[in-house]
């Protein structure tokens, strides 16, 4: 629009478009267009025909009242957000003097005037701060005009309004400018519209459009963030009970109310009150996560249901837990606490072997595992072999990056403590990730996917040398496969993403001294790794110190030469007069590359 740009040229100093009139001039006159102009006609449709009452069960993880395409009115109406915020950047005083005077013209109580001029209006003040930027952002909070008008807006009626759009409005404004909230001195007036704003989320997840309900849980969510425990026991207890009412006729509808992620958001706004409220009495975990631990194990059992009905349903259930866990941290586990966060690791491993080729039940489950690691520390240990097992070797090539990330977490948290559990899954992961590589298809599509499911392979066996595992390699269990990990890690040195990985995994498990005494590994190392990584740097084409990840090869091989050295100096220095007649010149100075690689190893 040549308007927008023209403020726009004018607050960055340069050269406006020229028009036949300064619009600067009738800022007041051009803001009470954008007003009406914003007002959306009579009877415009918001839910349009996606406004279901119930949702089936394998709809439980679509986003309900998902956006469709913007039609020409949104378009328009965004333009006209757009050269709004303009003007609230060139002129925000003037802005925040309109928007006073606009709602002064809007009938009382709020909650009995028109939709449209009062959805419009509301618009006003939601969009004013992004046209905020810089120092203008201070504007917010500082307790000027601006903070006196949303204070006025929270002590209206305006979220008991009976069309539910102008409700959310309300919400969002309540999230957006929840700082103004918390900042103000009387602690009873505070606790009063916290309360109030809590009481239209009620209304509006209780409220019949499936639209409406999603997105008050969300907005339930961002809010409960923004008070951060303001309010007071009271509110927050009131809140806990508000949600607790919502989730309690859910499950007890014939068909969900909410969707997975509506249920989430309750879920984990649950866990944040219960965190910052003085005492739980009132409400204490248990009320929340016992109900859906019984209800998993009630589908569990179920002989009645079909086996993907039973995965959707104890995905949804294991979910809300993990959710319901966000607002937990290891500090705040109690003696009360404790004993539950167990129980639901326990029902989530029940869940895990009734249903491990579910990929919804796999990636839902670790999810958990992932909180619990958190909230639990080195309690979670004793459960490590019965959760690892079903994902290990059921993960298919969608979620195995998940099952990495797992188990490289539980290294890197718990360190040589990780290891029994990792000696367990280690062969049957190995060989599982084999049996994921396809066979047949198109030759780079297969090659495309080796690689990838390869990389995945290095990295976890990297986690396993640098984190204190490295006896999981060497155990009697795992003795019998070692040729065939040091095989799959040799192939890793050939693929330039993880070669450096592959070096660190054969330097960490020089340094561990667990090796020592194994023959074997040091002659694979001296005769299998050592030459194939000297041939790799020595490969022009392939191999250039000016590329970052050949450089940082070329450090690690520096650390691992000196290794070799210090392991067996003799056998290293016979390498090095082979090299030299390999290569047909001296290469004596690798005989003290021991100074290079102590540099290196000091270094990291």
């Not at 965004?78 to 309109?98: A, G, M």
């Not at 010149?585 to 540099?599: M, N, T």
Request: aromatic share 8%; with cysteine.
């Amino acid at each position: 629009m040549s308007l927008g740009k023209h403020v726009s040229g004018k607050k960055s100093g340069g050269a406006a478009e020229p028009l036949a009139f300064d619009p600067l001039k009738y800022l007041p006159t051009i803001l009470s267009c954008l007003y009406r102009q914003m007002q959306y006609p009579q009877g415009y449709p918001f839910g349009g025909p996606n406004e279901a009452e119930n949702i089936s069960v394998f709809e439980l993880g679509d986003v309900a009242g998902a956006e469709e395409e913007e039609d020409d009115e949104e378009v328009y109406r965004s333009e006209l957000r757009k050269l709004y915020s303009k003007i609230v950047r060139w002129q925000p005083d003037l802005v925040v003097q309109f928007i006073g005077a606009t709602l002064a013209t809007l009938p009382t109580p709020l909650s009995s005037g028109g939709f449209e001029v009062s959805e419009a209006a509301l618009r006003l003040v939601f969009h004013f701060q992004e046209g905020l930027s810089g120092k203008m952002a201070k504007i917010i909070g500082s307790g000027g005009v601006f903070d006196q008008i949303v204070t006025a807006l929270f002590e209206s009626d305006a979220g008991f309004h009976a069309n539910f759009e102008l409700v959310t409005l309300f919400l969002d404004c309540a999230v957006r400018y929840g700082k103004i909230l918390v900042a103000m001195p009387d602690e009873g007036k505070k606790g009063l519209l916290i309360g109030r704003v809590y009481e239209c989320i009620g209304r509006g997840i209780a409220n019949g459009g499936r639209r409406i309900r999603s997105r008050c849980c969300y907005l339930l969510l961002r809010f409960v963030k923004a008070m951060g425990g303001a309010g007071g026991e009271d509110i927050i207890c009131k809140a806990l009970s508000m949600v607790l009412e919502v989730v309690v006729a859910n499950s007890n509808a014939s068909y969900s109310l909410l969707n997975l992620e509506d249920q989430n958001y309750l879920f984990e706004s649950a866990g944040l009150l219960l965190r910052s409220s003085p005492s739980s009495s009132y409400t204490p975990l248990s009320t929340f996560m016992v109900p859906q631990l019984s209800k998993l194990r009630e589908i569990l059992s179920s002989s009645q249901l079909h086996a993907q009905h039973k995965a959707v349903l104890a995905s949804m259930l294991v979910a809300n837990v993990a959710h319901l866990s966000k607002g937990f941290n290891m500090g705040d586990v109690t003696a009360e606490t404790g004993p539950l966060f167990l129980e639901a690791l326990q029902a989530t491993m029940e869940c895990l072997r009734a249903l491990p080729t579910f990929e919804v039940v796999r990636s839902k489950s670790m999810m958990l595992v992932h909180r619990m690691v958190l909230i639990l520390g080195e309690s979670i240990l004793p459960c490590l072999n019965g959760l690892l097992e079903p994902l290990v070797t059921n993960c298919q090539g969608s979620d195995l990056v998940l099952v990495v990330q797992l188990m490289n977490q539980l290294m890197i948290k718990f360190g040589h403590k990780a290891a029994p559990a990792i000696e367990a899954v280690l062969l049957p992961f190995l060989m599982h990730c084999s049996g994921i590589i396809p066979v047949d298809g198109p030759a780079p599509q297969v090659e495309v996917e080796r690689v990838a499911v390869v990389k995945l392979q290095v990295l976890f066996l990297q986690h396993v040398a640098s984190n204190g595992c490295v006896p999981a390699l060497f155990s009697a269990r795992n003795a019998p496969g070692l040729d065939g990990v040091m095989g799959l890690m040799l192939g890793g040195l050939h693929l330039k993403e993880a070669a450096r990985s592959t070096v660190v995994f054969f330097e960490k498990i020089c340094l561990s001294g667990v090796a020592d005494g194994h023959d074997g590994f040091w002659q694979f190392a001296f005769e299998q790794v050592l030459v194939t990584l000297w041939r790799l740097m020595l490969d022009k084409s392939a191999f250039s110190v000016k590329d970052a990840l050949c450089a940082k090869v070329a450090g690690e091989a520096a650390v691992f030469m000196w290794l070799l050295r210090g392991a067996n100096r003799e056998r290293y220095e016979r390498f090095v007069d082979g090299l030299a007649g390999f290569m047909g010149r001296d290469v004596s100075f690798l005989k003290g590359s021991e100074v290079g690689g102590e540099a290196q190893l000091k270094k990291d």
